[in-house]
T-cell receptor, first 112, second 116 residues
Framework: DAKTTQPPSMDCAEGRAANLPCNHS???????VYWYRQIHSQGPQYIIH???NNETNEMASLIITEDRKSSTLILPHATLRDTAVYYC?????????????FGDGTTLTVKP | KAGVTQTPRYLIKTRGQQVTLSCSPI?????VSWYQQTPGQGLQFLFE???????NKGNFPGRFSGRQFSNSRSEMNVSTLELGDSALYLC???????????????FGEGSWLTVV
């Protein structure tokens, strides 16, 4: 699986958009970009994923650059409950979907 | 739909003992993977099972083992526990099949193991 690079920490004001960057310059053509978050002492929560098109769901939007070497997770209106560690990972869909390599992630702190 | 269920949530063991952790995947999911999370090493992949067969294995000693049953439920076992095995053990499940966007992995809440 390709390696990802994320800033170790970020702050965001409550109600503002949180933009979390991820660099994955060695991504392969068949690797997807996945985002998870982990709130202290809980299991990682799936947020969103994509291959090359931008994606949006009820939680967030994922913007992937045209060369696929980086992506940005956008939380449109951050709340205090969005404070968590956010992980960006890249991996193939099959057959090794279960084997994912997690980096250190970005600790997002949403402030009132 | 119920999520991934892990038991027990918390347990304390003594060095040298063994421990078995259990995981029930999301209904219909056939792939179960296990991860270890520690403050120093982060989230590390242990192994993945699909249809009762180990499909992938991480870089952990042989003291760490697992198995999957015909109903896709899985157990992992750690023998001869060491202090360094204290960690959050996470189970994740996915459909495990080669379908488009069908392999998102979903995590359980984890089992906190403390070795004293």
């Amino acid at each position: 699986d390709a390696k990802t690079t994320q800033p170790p920490s970020m702050d965001c004001a409550e109600g503002r958009a949180a933009n979390l960057p991820c660099n994955h310059s060695t991504i392969s053509g068949n690797e997807y970009v996945y985002w998870y978050r982990q709130i202290h002492s809980q299991g990682p929560q799936y947020i969103i994923h994509g291959l090359k098109n931008n994606e949006t769901n009820e939680m967030a939007s994922l913007i992937i650059t045209e060369d696929r070497k980086s992506s940005t997770l956008i939380l449109p209106h951050a709340t205090l409950r969005d404070t968590a560690v956010y992980y960006c990972i890249v991996r193939v869909e099959w057959p090794n979907a279960g084997k994912s390599t997690f980096g250190d992630g970005t600790t997002l702190t949403v402030k009132p | 739909k119920a999520g991934v269920t892990q038991t027990p949530r918390y347990l304390i063991k003594t060095r040298g003992q063994q421990v078995t952790l259990s995981c029930s995947p999301i209904s219909g999911h056939r792939s179960v993977s296990w991860y270890q999370q520690t403050p120093g090493q982060g989230l590390q992949f242990l192994f993945e099972y699909f249809s009762e067969t180990q499909r992938n294995k991480g870089n952990f000693p042989g003291r760490f083992s697992g198995r999957q049953f015909s109903n896709s439920r899985s157990e992992m076992n750690v023998s001869t526990l060491e202090l360094g095995d204290s960690a959050l053990y996470l189970c994740a499940s996915s459909s495990g099949q080669g379908s488009n966007s069908g392999n998102t992995i979903y995590f359980g809440e984890g089992s906190w193991l403390t070795v004293v």
